[in-house]
C-alpha cells in the first residue's frame, strides 16, 4: 500500500498528525502517485481510467467486451471488462471467509 508515497515523503515528515514519520515513511517514488484508504479502491481506481482510455482509443478490434453497432465498446462495456461486480467481491469475500483469512489488525483487537 505503501508503494510510490515517497513522492510525497516531506509531506508525512511535517504532518503533526502521522507520528514518526521520518522513521515510518516510504521512500519510493511514483511517478503518478494513487492515495487511497483501502488499496483495492485505489486499484478499482485504476482500473477504471484504463477502461476510461481503452474506450477513448477503441479501433474495435478488441474481443474484451461486447462491441456496439460501431465495432467500439463503450465506456460501461470497458467498466465491465476493468472493474470488478459487486458480485465478483462479494464471491470473493464470501471465499476469503470460508479460507479462515482474516485481517491482523482487526483480530488482534478482537483478543
Known amino acids: 500500500n505503501e508503494l510510490g508515497m ?3 515523503i ?3 515528515r511535517t504532518n503533526p498528525k502521522i507520528s514518526n514519520g521520518d522513521l515510518i ?3 519510493t517514488p511514483a511517478d503518478y502517485l494513487i492515495a487511497a484508504s483501502v488499496s483495492n479502491c485505489g486499484g478499482y481506481a485504476l482500473a477504471a481510467a484504463c477502461a476510461l482510455v481503452k474506450s477513448d482509443y477503441d479501433d474495435g478490434d478488441d474481443k474484451e467486451a461486447d ?3 460501431d465495432g467500439k465498446k463503450s465506456i460501461e462495456d470497458w ?3 476493468c472493474v470488478p461486480s459487486a458480485e465478483h ?3 470473493l469475500l464470501n471465499q476469503c471467509v470460508a479460507a479462515a483469512c ?3 489488525v482487526i483480530s488482534r ?3
Open 109 to 111: 483487537k478482537m483478543k
Open 67 to 69: 462491441s456496439g453497432a
Open 79 to 81: 467498466l465491465e471488462v
Open 6 to 8: 515517497g513522492k510525497v
Open 25 to 27: 515513511g516510504a521512500v
Open 102 to 104: 482474516r485481517d491482523d
Open 89 to 91: 467481491e462479494t464471491k
Open 10 to 12: 516531506d509531506k508525512i
